[in-house]
């Protein structure tokens, strides 16, 4: 059974830059509350390094891969990828953990914009 559809022509235009936002009013308490139960993945990077696709391609058991970081050198803890505070890797009954030695300050912010200067 066919319907009568409605058509209404349609523009594209191309907009330029964004503009940027205006600063908003810092965040309440009740309103961060909201998000208190929204899951996030954490992640300890303990370093990175670059390769060629061959290289990786030939790597086997027994590989040893270079980091750039040095052993004993404070690792990244990571929230959704972004990092947010360093620290020294630990063992716990068996398992790896991660004792917060650095909290970071967060990106944007002054502290955060003088940390990248001096790095």
Same mark, same amino acid.
């Given at each position: 059974m066919a319907e009568n559809v409605d058509y209404a022509p349609f523009e594209t235009t191309t907009a330029g830059p964004a503009e940027p936002a205006a600063p908003?009013?810092?965040?309440?308490?009740e309103e961060l509350s909201r998000l208190h139960d929204v899951p996030v993945e954490l992640a300890v990077e303990v370093g990175r390094t670059k390769m060629t696709i061959r290289e990786a391609l030939a790597l086997g058991p027994g590989s040893i891969v270079t980091l750039n970081r040095?052993?004993? $050198?404070?690792v990244d803890l990571? %929230?959704?990828?972004?990092?947010i505070a360093r620290g020294e890797v630990v063992v716990?009954? $068996?398992?790896?953990?991660?004792? %917060?030695?650095?909290?970071?300050a967060p990106a944007g912010s002054e502290a955060a914009d003088g940390a990248e200067g001096d790095a």
């Open positions: 908003s009013a810092p965040v309440t308490a040095l052993a004993g $050198e404070p990571l %929230v959704n990828g972004k990092p716990i009954d $068996e398992e790896f953990g991660l004792r %917060v030695t650095e909290v970071l």
